[in-house]
């Protein structure tokens, strides 16, 4: 398939999250989650000639939408590596840093991926294809239990042990390869009224153990945190309740846990200011553009 900027992500809450960055014309800037490259350029729009840009993606078939700008600089990673990437660009500290959590629509219309129930198709996931297990491996070679906690954990799946001895009880007969085999394996357990929906939850539990969605963010907000000036923002777009969990807790407690910790006068020791409510799309950004109807922002400031 053609990708293009247009086509790879339409930025989600694009005006309201990188006004929330606050944005300093020569300050240092990353964007962990490049994709199409909608928020990077609005970033880049608001930059003066001695600010700079760091975006991050691991996918290749983000890199063709990378930006001509001597004040960018694109990073072909996983963001959970942002620390020793700054180290390596001697960047000691930066201004402000976005995340849209996302999965970019590219991964969803691209029928040769695996992102979604609606094609037949390999059952990969991964955001980075040179590396890794695929989501075929984890049906295959996880033990029933595994694969119990992975779909109750990361889908909130309440027939996650059912599923799993489904998909296990499947495997016995034929290797799951697609996505034709996994709807094959639960169809007895998706009731019609919920199918999409619990469907949706399966995938997303997949996507996250196969490329350790929850421990790459967990890593990245840690290196944010010790990066971040004093002032700098941290404005972060989330789409489901886990990854909302930890980056609420992170900046309303510094740490991933929720952990509060009080000084001797009692009050909340964290290196965050929570910046204003979170906020959603309009009404408008969810008729144009479905993906966005579950989409959280939140803003936070380092103290």
Do not use: C
């Amino acid at each position: 398939m053609i990708v293009t900027a247009e086509t790879y992500h339409v930025p989600v809450l694009l005006k309201e999250s990188v006004d929330g960055l606050d944005i300093q014309p020569d300050g240092i800037y990353v964007d962990v989650t490049f994709g199409g490259g909608g928020h990077s350029r609005e970033i880049l729009s608001r930059l003066g000639k001695k600010g700079h840009l760091f975006s991050f993606d691991q996918d290749a078939d983000a890199e063709k939408n990378i930006v001509a700008d001597d004040r960018f600089t694109f990073v072909r990673s996983n963001f959970r590596y942002i620390s020793q990437w700054m180290r390596y660009y001697q960047v000691e500290k930066i201004d402000g840093l976005l995340a849209d959590l996302g999965v970019s629509s590219h991964h969803f219309d691209d029928e040769t991926r695996g992102f979604s129930f609606r094609f037949d198709a390999p059952l990969d996931m991964r955001m980075n294809k040179r590396a890794g297990q695929t989501a075929a491996d984890i049906l295959n070679n996880y033990n029933e239990e595994q694969l119990a906690d992975v779909l109750y954990l990361y889908g909130e799946l309440k027939n996650a042990r059912r599923l799993a001895k489904a998909i296990v009880t499947y495997r016995s007969q034929r290797h799951i390869e697609t996505t034709a085999h996994l709807a094959e394996a639960t169809e007895q357990l998706m009731r019609n009224e919920r199918e999409k929906k619990d469907m949706a939850k399966l995938y997303q539990a997949l996507r996250i153990e196969v490329n350790h969605e929850m421990d790459a963010l967990r890593d990245m907000l840690k290196g944010t945190t010790e990066l971040l000036h004093e002032g700098g923002r941290l404005s972060v777009i989330t789409y489901h309740s886990l990854e909302d969990r930890i980056v609420k807790n992170v900046m309303k407690a510094g740490n991933a846990e929720g952990k509060i910790e009080q000084d001797f006068y009692g009050r909340i020791s964290s290196p965050y200011r929570v910046v204003g409510k979170m906020t959603m799309p309009s009404q408008e950004e969810q008729e144009r553009n479905p993906r966005s109807r579950s989409a959280k922002l939140r803003i936070a400031e380092k103290i």
